[in-house]
Structures are given as C-alpha cells and as structure tokens.
C-alpha cells in the first residue's frame, strides 16, 4: 500500500519553464490537496478538490493550476515559473468529512532559477 | 490573529525529560484536532488525534480545551529520536474536511 505517490521528488527549473507536478493516492480517498511549505511560513493551502471533478482555490493559488484527472490523480501545475515558486511542495489527500486527518505525500523539492 | 498558534521554539531538552507543547485556536467551530510530526526534509505524518475527554498513546498524551481553545501535548521521557516539529492542526468547522496547519515547534531532544 504506497498511500499517495509524488512525482518528482526534485526539480529544478529556469524561470519561466513549465512543469507539472504529479500526485497519486490509492487509499479511495475522494478528497486532495496541494500544498506548500516554506521556511517560517508554514504549510499554505495552494488548490484541493473535495471530491473528483471539483477543484477549489486555496490560500496562494495565484501561479499554479490543478487537474483532477480521476479520483486517485490529482496533478499541479506551474505555467511559468518564478523564483518565488521555489518551494517544497507536498500533495495530500482524506477522506470526506469531520474527525480524519490527512495523509501526505513524500513532497517534490523544487527549485526555480 | 493567526487560525493557529504555536510556539515556534526550539525546546532543547535532555534525554528523559518531559515536555509540553501548548497550541491555540481561534475558531470557536472547530470539531476535529490533530497532533503531527515532521521531521527534517520529511512529510507531516499523523502523530495522534485529540478528543475532548483527553487521549494517551505510550508516552504521548494530548488535551484538549474546548472553553479555552487550548490544544496540548505532553511528551514523557523524551527520546532521541523524539526530535522534531509537532504541528497542531484544526479543523475549519465547516461541513468539508479542511484542516489548518498551525507553524510548528521544534523539539530538539540531547543526549
């Protein structure tokens, strides 16, 4: 049982690059996230989806967007990358409703030059 | 005011001590609270849910006051390998599963 899968685990890009983030969770969780983590900022909601076909904006979505591609997929997007992007970025995903926690993927380091 | 507030440390304690987190919460509506670990370069990974009647799980025990919005955990006889950050998590309150993250405290446990 892998839980949820990210791909890749590093990357480093030039700005203004693309590049797609990949997550996938085989728990038959309906509910994913994106998030980030920077130094001293803590982790910041980016876009989830409650459930497949939905997708919602979280706190820093400005940047980025999300495809829910199925109900175990859920990939990120960076049209053009900026410096400001660089960032560890941790995909999760939960059950719906009250009284579950999340379960995160290994995270993909990423680096804009 | 932060949705989440915790002590960003670093508690430096020495093997065997016990040490206490404390978090606050500013949304009354709140339901569902969590403790996580992360460690360095890591994911956050569930370390224990927090009920209202208070829970223990071996050397951890976590609180929860609701009047207060208060949110705690209790580590005894720190191990080594205790050294992390604990993030203290709630949940929005509303009908969904959205969860804040609150900024973590970094526990460094010496030999």
């Known amino acids: 049982n892998a839980g949820v899968t990210q791909t890749p685990k590093f990357q480093v890009l030039k700005t203004g690059q693309s590049m797609t983030l990949q997550c996938a969770q085989d728990m038959n969780h309906n509910s994913m996230y994106w998030y980030r983590q920077d130094p001293g900022m803590g982790l910041r909601l980016i876009y989830y989806s409650a459930s497949e076909g939905t997708t919602d904006k979280g706190e820093v979505p400005n940047g980025y967007n999300v495809s829910r591609l199925n109900k175990r997929e859920f990939s990120l997007r960076l049209e053009s990358a900026a410096p400001s992007q660089t960032s560890v970025y941790f995909c999760a995903s939960s059950v719906v409703g009250q009284g579950y926690g999340y379960t995160f993927g290994s995270g993909t380091r990423l680096t804009v030059v | 005011r932060k949705e989440v507030e915790q002590d960003p440390g670093p508690f430096n304690v020495p093997e065997g001590a016990t040490v206490a987190f404390n978090c606050t919460y500013s949304n009354s509506a709140s339901q569902s609270f969590f403790w996580y670990r992360q460690d360095c370069r890591k994911e956050p990974k569930l370390l224990m849910s927090?009920?209202?009647s208070g829970n223990e799980d071996g050397r951890f025990t976590a609180q929860l006051n609701r009047a207060s919005q208060y949110i705690s955990l209790l580590i005894r006889d720190s191990k080594l390998s205790d050294s992390a950050t604990y993030l203290c998590v709630v949940n929005k309150g509303n009908a969904g599963n959205m969860l804040t993250f609150g900024g973590g405290t970094r526990l460094m446990v010496k030999p």
């Open positions: 927090v009920y209202s």
